[in-house]
């Protein structure tokens, strides 16, 4: 018996099923054609399909080869007068067979999350904020079409309620299944709510978990919700001024002990917080304020120290940018730095061929964002697309390679080692 648990336990660990860092977000695609290879170093920049002025999101292979990717909202396709405008793309750049019509549109209003029971199928969650409202979800299938995948079930809805455009999610604790967290949108001013609805993907399929009322009630549909490194901490930045920080367990999907940073402003002008992201060790936030309403305004790129007692009063800002430098996406690269994406609003979507600025050929970038202040070296235009441009969006990758978090309850990863361990020892 003690030879047959032994073997049990090996094909486990043998098994590729088991590899839960099979799969990473090295290639980023964005903007117009833009796109990014983070497998080398320094980042190389390439040519995708894209054209999209929002937000998009990709997956790779443990190989850093890319899989597939989606325009979160290509608006080109809207005025068409197609509703549901995101657009699923293969490795080869073109459409993937059904993946015309996804619901999407917006910034961070669209992911992507392995089954964990099959390396070949993905679904795709994304958020109906202004079209077709709700919480919704497709399914991939990537052995299909020789490889280049087919969308095997698309727009199957969830929720039915409009939802937030700040759709993330986060790797379970033990380091194979998933947290989907959304929040609730009432679009009428009178109606506020702190409605957060938390899904667990695993090999069961799609389990709606929770539904939290916690923290501070607000009314907003934009904005961005993100995690820092190891998935314990979320940030909640709005497009109406409102600032939150709140723990997460990996374990439950539990929500707690909200920070108030800044309130939701009663009124106009608000500052419009388009996108937030944590230091690599989690010290610093930092959040883009684009100036909406065009009165000569700046827009600002703030940081945050989570560690001073008065965390408001700790802002700093970092960078300005007159109106029409439209600052808005920061996503963390592989890299541990941070990239930001910023639109040339002296022009408009799409540009024209003749279009070429340092502002809509480069993204922005702070190479130490683990840094107070200046030293966090905020370098803006400096990042070269190779002659591709960006607008407002980048990807809304989760972290794909994150893994168990060890020694908590739920680590099954390192409790299926340390069986494993402790039996060769006993014999």
Not at 248 to 265: A, V, Y
Not at 287 to 315: K, M, P, W
Request: hydrophobic content about 35%; charged content about 15%.
């Amino acid at each position: 018996m003690k030879v047959l648990r032994l073997l049990i336990l090996y094909f486990i660990l043998a098994s590729p099923s088991i590899n839960y860092a099979q799969f990473n977000g090295n290639f980023w695609v964005f903007g117009d054609s833009a796109g990014i290879k983070f497998n080398t170093v320094p980042p190389t920049p390439f040519q995708s399909g894209m054209l999209c002025r929002g937000g998009s999101t990709s997956i790779c292979d443990s190989n850093s080869n890319i899989l597939f990717y989606i325009d979160a909202g290509d608006n080109l396709l809207l005025s068409m007068g197609q509703v549901n405008s995101g657009i699923v793309r293969n490795k080869i750049n073109n459409v993937m067979v059904n993946g015309l019509g996804l619901v999407s549109l917006w910034y961070h209003d669209i992911l992507i999350i392995p089954n964990s029971i099959n390396d070949s199928t993905f679904y795709v969650f994304s958020a109906g904020i202004t079209n077709s409202y709700g919480l919704w979800y497709n399914i991939i299938d990537l052995k299909l079409q020789g490889g280049l995948g087919e969308v095997v079930q698309k727009n199957i809805q969830l929720q039915s309620f409009a939802v937030y455009d700040g759709l993330t999610a986060i790797k379970h604790g033990n380091g194979k299944d998933w947290w989907l967290i959304c929040q609730r949108w009432d679009q009428t001013i009178q109606t506020v709510n702190n409605e957060f609805y938390i899904y667990k993907i695993d090999s069961s399929g799609i389990s709606n978990v929770n539904l939290q009322t916690f923290g501070s009630l607000h009314n907003n549909g934009g904005g961005d919700l993100s995690f820092n490194a190891d998935g314990t901490k979320m940030i909640y930045a709005e497009w109406e001024g409102m600032v939150e920080l709140y723990d997460f367990d990996r374990c439950t999907g539990i929500i707690s002990n909200s920070i108030n940073i800044e309130p939701q402003r009663p009124f106009n002008p608000y500052p419009v917080y388009a996108s937030s992201v944590f230091s690599s060790n989690g010290r610093f936030v930092y959040i883009t304020s684009y100036n909406e309403y065009n009165n000569g305004q700046n827009n600002y790129l703030y940081q945050y120290d989570l560690t001073s007692s008065n965390i408001a009063a700790s802002r700093i800002i970092i960078d300005s940018f007159p109106d029409l430098v439209g600052i808005w996406n920061m996503e963390m690269g592989p890299d541990k730095k941070i990239y930001i994406s910023i639109f040339d609003e002296q022009y408009s979507y799409p540009f024209a061929d003749t279009v070429h600025t340092s502002i809509t050929d480069n993204l922005s970038v702070i190479n130490s964002p683990d840094s107070l202040g200046a030293a966090c070296d905020f370098q803006p235009f400096s990042f070269y697309l190779g002659g591709r441009r960006t607008y407002y969006g980048l990807p809304n990758n989760p972290d794909y390679t994150l893994g168990p978090l060890v020694g908590s309850p739920c680590d099954t990863i390192t409790a299926v080692h340390e069986i494993k361990q402790t039996t060769i020892q006993n014999e």
